[in-house]
């Protein structure tokens, strides 16, 4: 986003803002999503980020900092302040809409239907099992596939702290996934997980 | 390869895992194997995820009430204008009025710190007001001019005894009193501790009945006041 959208949603021009709003709100619910595996609270997150973003509109320099990262950055609070309300992080839901439609594609048998239900929910879990600082570098980078320097801005860290993290990160979730991997064998025939 | 840059590169960000160098060194550490087949379990499964979820996109609903924010927003902005106000003020306004409400606060505050001794020259030595008398000028001295007050200060009246209703309070006298400046630490009162023989002043409530029953010390200060000795 450059100077002049901003100039042009301070004044008001809903056209500027809906611009902005298109652009990221993809990657700002699908980090909360990925982050609390809620979609109702991830929705609740996404709206509050865009609410608090135009009250915070004045301190937003976009000659200093990437837009998205500053967005995410809201939504990892909101999303903190959440979840230290809950005390305790939600299981998934069981399928989300983009799932559904995924298993019910044509020449899919019921049997396989099932099995990829199954493989995502738990690849979603293993996710969820990380701890947060690990969980935040994978949805960032590896989900959300956004770059090093605006995922570390995102987190207010340097993006060699992020590189390490997320070595960690993919590292930890690799044990995890094959751990689940057993699970999964069990169900599928072909021995593959995924 | 050794382990380290084995790890390095199937960590690395987009690298491939197909690499001839990491193939060999997995054939021979049995851990680095390991390490290889759950990356790629990780890669093929964020990727099915990836695209599972996509596009990950808020409902309708949240669209609505995200517009519906930016309509209030603009709601106030037209508002603020509409009273010619601008809020939140910019920094640099904030921090130039904060500067110039401080320093008037410093010229407001500084006369009345500043002891009689810490005077600045010129305001002593300046000359008096001059009286037009006997036919000839004379000039009177600043220090005539000047009232001396003196200021007291005091602590709140400590209880001696136990007195919860005060009745023992009716018909009590106030005497003025000098006391070591030793007494005030019984009463948990810092002292100067400079010299022992400092005395203080204190006034003592004493009931009908003789008995002291609160005790409060003074300090009196002297103000307007040039020192000549």
Not at chain 1, 159 to 186: D, I
Not at chain 2, 150 to 157: I, L, P, R
Request: glycine residues 6%.
């Amino acid at each position: 986003m450059d100077r002049a959208q901003l100039e042009r949603i301070r004044n008001g021009e809903e056209e500027a803002f809906v611009r902005l709003y298109e652009s990221a709100k993809t990657s700002v619910f699908g980090f909360a999503l990925h982050m609390c595996g809620r979609r109702d609270l991830a929705e609740e997150v996404t709206q509050e980020t865009f609410a608090l973003f135009l009250e915070q509109l004045k301190r937003f320099d976009p000659d200093r900092s990437d837009v998205l990262a500053y967005l995410i950055g809201i939504a990892r609070n909101r999303l903190r302040r959440h979840m230290r309300r809950q005390s305790r992080y939600v299981a998934f839901e069981s399928q989300t809409n983009a799932e559904t439609s995924l298993a019910e594609a044509p020449g899919r048998s019921p049997q396989e239907k099932l099995l990829q239900g199954e493989r995502l929910r738990l690849v979603r879990k293993a996710i969820l099992a990380l701890p947060e600082k690990y969980r935040e570098v994978i949805v960032l980078c590896d989900l959300e596939e956004i770059s090093y320097q605006q995922a570390a801005e995102a987190l207010g860290c340097r993006v060699g702290t992020l590189r390490s993290r997320l070595h960690r990160a993919r590292e930890l979730l690799g044990r995890k996934l094959t751990a689940c991997q057993g699970r999964v064998v069990g169900l599928d025939t072909a021995g593959e997980l995924l | 390869m050794k382990c380290t840059e084995f790890a390095k590169q199937l960590y690395g960000q987009g690298l491939g895992l197909e690499l001839p160098e990491m193939e060999a060194h997995a054939e021979t550490c049995p851990d680095c194997r390991d390490r290889l087949a759950a990356e790629r379990i990780r890669r093929d499964a964020l990727r099915r995820l990836s695209e599972a979820s996509r596009p990950a996109a808020p409902s309708q609903e949240c669209d609505h009430r995200v517009r519906a924010a930016f309509a209030g927003f603009r709601r106030r902005q037209k508002e603020q204008k509409a009273e010619g106000l601008w809020w939140p003020i910019p920094a640099k306004r904030l921090v130039w009025g904060g500067a110039a409400v401080a320093v008037l606060m410093l010229l407001a505050i500084l006369p009345l710190k500043l002891r009689p001794g810490q005077r600045p020259a010129t305001s002593s030595s300046v000359s008096g007001p001059i009286e037009q008398g006997s036919g000839a000028l004379k000039s009177v001295d600043a220090n005539q001019e000047k009232p001396e007050t003196d200021v007291e200060t005091a602590t709140d009246y400590i209880a001696m005894t136990p007195c919860p209703d005060l009745k023992c309070l009716d018909g009590a006298r106030n005497f003025r009193v000098l006391l070591p400046e030793s007494t005030m630490s019984l009463f948990g009162l810092p002292v100067s501790g400079q010299n022992g023989r400092r005395q203080v002043e204190a006034d003592v409530l004493v009931g009908a009945d003789g008995t002291a029953h609160a005790i409060r010390f003074l300090r009196t200060a002297t103000v307007n006041k040039i020192r000549t000795d």
